[in-house]
């Protein structure tokens, strides 16, 4: 079983519509998340940190909840320019200080 | 203020040959990370740097790859004798201090003929 494990996808959506992302991830002494995306054959961009408390930027809105080590990301009114990978990403320091990313889930917002 | 920055963009080379990538991080920043993203898979973790330090380089393989990020001057992942199973995309990430936000390069595509 892979530590972080994500939606397998792709996600096809029509635009406006509402999308969820699942992430979870089998190690507790986890720290740290955060939602990158990727354009294709460019670098991961930073979207968004998560906390427990919640948090929203935009139409952006990510959930972590550490009892069930499960972190959401939700995308409203999606624009075509949101068609990208989306990468759940999460910091250990455990065994070693690590990084570990999802594999990612692709989304195509058609017109 | 300039982002990361990775050098060269694009890479080719003959099995056998040695590969050095560089990466700068941006202004302030003394973390350093490396990945390696093959086709059509995640990023996978290599190694973590600080100024003059590995911290962590259990995703390295073993043999023919090293990392070092000097007291002056950019971090350099090396690969020696590269195989074709070497081609990938090559990612560098900094951040100012210990589990902060990394931000990545724009990356080095390597091809091995």
């Known amino acids: 079983r892979k530590e972080v494990e994500q939606d397998p996808g792709p996600f096809n959506v029509p635009e406006g519509a509402t999308v969820a992302f699942n992430c979870t991830y089998s190690?507790?002494?986890?720290?740290?998340f955060f939602w990158y995306r990727q354009d294709c054959r460019k670098e991961p961009k930073l979207l968004m940190s998560?906390?427990?408390s919640g948090n929203e930027d935009g139409r952006f809105t990510a959930q972590l909840n550490r009892a069930s080590q499960y972190i959401s990301l939700l995308i409203r009114d999606s624009k075509l320019s949101d068609s990208a990978t989306y990468l759940c990403?999460?910091?250990?320091?455990?065994?070693?200080?690590?990084?570990?990313f999802g594999a990612g889930t692709r989304l195509f917002v058609k017109a | 203020n300039a982002g990361v920055m990775q050098n060269p963009r694009h890479l080719v080379r003959r099995r056998g040959q040695e590969a050095r990538l560089r990466c700068s991080p941006m202004?302030?920043?003394?973390?350093v990370y490396w990945y390696r993203q093959l086709p059509e898979e995640g990023l996978k973790f290599m190694v973590y740097?600080?100024?003059?330090?590995?911290?962590?380089e259990s995703g390295m393989p073993k043999e023919r790859f090293s990392a070092e990020f000097p007291k002056e001057g950019p971090s350099i992942l090396r690969i020696q004798q590269v195989v074709r199973g070497d081609s990938a995309a090559y990612f560098c990430?900094?951040?100012?201090?210990?589990?902060?936000?990394?931000?990545f390069g724009p990356g080095t595509r390597l091809l091995v003929l």
């Open positions: 990430a900094s951040s100012p201090s210990y589990q902060e936000t990394q931000y």
């Open positions: 190690n507790s002494a986890s720290q740290s």
């Open positions: 998560v906390y427990s």
């Open positions: 990403v999460v910091n250990r320091a455990t065994g070693g200080f690590k990084t570990i």
């Open positions: 202004k302030g920043h003394s973390h």
């Open positions: 740097l600080q100024k003059e330090n590995i911290i962590d």
